[in-house]
């Protein structure tokens, strides 16, 4: 099945990040759960897709349509910190539940996820609001009767379909099993050293915006990246990561 990243945040260098501790620091920078779902996924999963937006951000849900159960979720932040954060920990506590009986957000669990592993018995700042999740909630829960599952696509010319395990070379093995945070997580170390490397620009000038099909890398350049050099970057970065990661890997700039 596809991945889908990530607007997934620009690299965060925001002054307040250092305001919070340094776990949390780590968790914004590198979420487990950010990325984008699409009905390409529910094709190839037959599960449903549930997605519900606002200022914060948007959620996706594949739901197994016999249960209810969120099977994976996935979320886009629009780059608040806390967004971040309280998305990140409301896919975590989601999966593996059935979202008709999900009625109300639990901001205390989600709390403990986020305080797991820090010396503290709550939240030592004030921006986490958790109770932007309750307006999405009532969204997703509201388009569970409308949730419908895309048509298989595994025979169509051109669909996707990840080589079995028997058939995948020393390269596959390496790449493919990997997870989406995996994967974002291997590009993401590419560009960070690449780009200021081998550029005039830094690697907060473009960011990782989707990952297709295991192979289809795609970015997305601010304006401070001028035309002529968008090829060049594409160049580099599709060298490093099909001699680094996989040499099928294609990287190309995503539509506006």
């Not at 569970?144 to 010319?157: D, G, R, Y």
């Amino acid at each position: 099945m596809s991945s889908r990243v990530y607007n997934f945040s620009k690299r965060i260098t925001s002054p307040y990040l250092n305001t919070y501790p340094p776990i949390l620091q780590n968790r914004i920078r590198k979420p487990k759960f950010r990325g984008q779902l699409t009905k390409v996924d529910s094709a190839e999963s037959q599960l449903g897709l549930l997605q519900a937006g606002n200022g914060e951000g948007t959620l996706y849900l594949l739901i197994d349509p016999q249960t209810s159960i969120a099977k994976k979720a996935r979320f886009l932040s629009y780059g608040k910190l806390s967004s971040i954060l309280i998305f990140d920990a409301f896919c975590e506590h989601i999966k593996d539940k059935a979202i008709e009986t999900y009625d109300r957000v639990d901001y205390k669990l989600l709390q403990q996820l986020l305080l797991e592993n820090i010396d503290a018995t709550e939240l030592p700042f004030p921006q986490i609001d958790f109770e932007t999740l309750d307006d999405l909630l009532k969204k997703l829960r509201a388009n569970l009767p409308k949730m419908q599952v895309s048509a298989p696509i595994q025979n169509q010319v051109g669909a996707y379909k990840r080589k079995a395990k028997e058939d995948m070379n020393e390269r596959d093995l390496n790449w493919l099993p990997l997870s989406a945070p995996q994967k974002i997580a291997q590009i993401e170390m590419i560009i960070s050293k690449l780009v200021p490397e081998r550029t005039s620009y830094l690697a907060e000038d473009l960011e990782l915006y989707n990952v297709e099909r295991d192979l289809n890398v795609m970015i997305r350049f601010n304006e401070k990246i001028t035309p002529q050099h968008r090829a060049l970057i594409i160049q580099y970065l599709s060298e490093a990561c099909q001699a680094e990661l996989h040499p099928e890997i294609i990287v190309s700039e995503v539509s506006s």
